[in-house]
Each structure stands twice: as structure tokens, then as C-alpha cells.
């Protein structure tokens, strides 16, 4: 079955960097799409990244455009985000995510990251 993990969060203070893991399992990763999506409290989930199948192709929210990195290694069937001048508003569960060819979507259970002095 499919599985996504996330690791990598915690508590960073503002300008620090984290640097989120994805382990993907259940599916062959290395033709899909992948995507970092964030929920904060009392907010809707929102997209933070996406990165095409082979890697060359990103996209980002304006939010987070110039400080985060998506990235992923088909060998090893992770994907990535480097998170860099962190901010407050940056706190969130952040959830690991892709949609398959027939239509289902597969969360991980999300990573905690807090910004915060």
C-alpha cells in the first residue's frame, strides 16, 4: 500500500533552516509528481511545492519563493524540502503528498515545524 513519511521538523528560530524528508513507499515514485503541502493552525492546507517526476520541473507559493527547495532522489524514493530564513508564519504541519494516475491522494501523517524565538 501506499505509504509517505515525513521526518525532519521541529522547533527552529526565525532565520534558521530545516531540512524536511519524504520516504515514499507503495508505488512507483519515479513517475509521479510530488508535492509539500502545509497546514497552520485554524488555516486550509495550502501548496508549498511541487516537483515533477524526473526533477526538472518546480513550483512554489509566492510565500515561500527564494527560501524553500523542493528536491527528490528516484533512487532512494524521497523527496525533499530544504527550508531556509524561516519565518514565524512558516509554522505548520507540513504533509507529503501525491496523486496518483487514478485519481487517489495519499497524505503522510505530516511533520510539525514551529518558528519560534
Known amino acids: 500500500q501506499v505509504q509517505l513519511v515525513e521526518s525532519g521538523g521541529g522547533l527552529v528560530q526565525p532565520g534558521g533552516s530545516l531540512r524536511l524528508s519524504c520516504a515514499a513507499s507503495?508505488?512507483?515514485?519515479?513517475?509521479?509528481?510530488m508535492s509539500w503541502y502545509r497546514q497552520a493552525p485554524g488555516k486550509e492546507r495550502e501548496l508549498v511545492a511541487v516537483?515533477?517526476?524526473?526533477?526538472?520541473?518546480?513550483h512554489y507559493a509566492d510565500s515561500v519563493k527564494g527560501r524553500f527547495t523542493i528536491s527528490r532522489d528516484n533512487a532512494k524514493n524521497m523527496v525533499y524540502l530544504q527550508m531556509n530564513s524561516l519565518k514565524p508564519e512558516d509554522t505548520a504541519v507540513y504533509y507529503c503528498?501525491?496523486?496518483?494516475?487514478?485519481?487517489?491522494?495519499?497524505w503522510g501523517r505530516g511533520t510539525q515545524v514551529t518558528v519560534s524565538s
Open positions: 507503495g508505488f512507483t515514485f519515479s513517475i509521479y509528481a
Open positions: 503528498n501525491v496523486r496518483r494516475s487514478n485519481g487517489q491522494v495519499y
Open positions: 516537483i515533477s517526476s524526473a526533477g526538472g520541473n518546480t
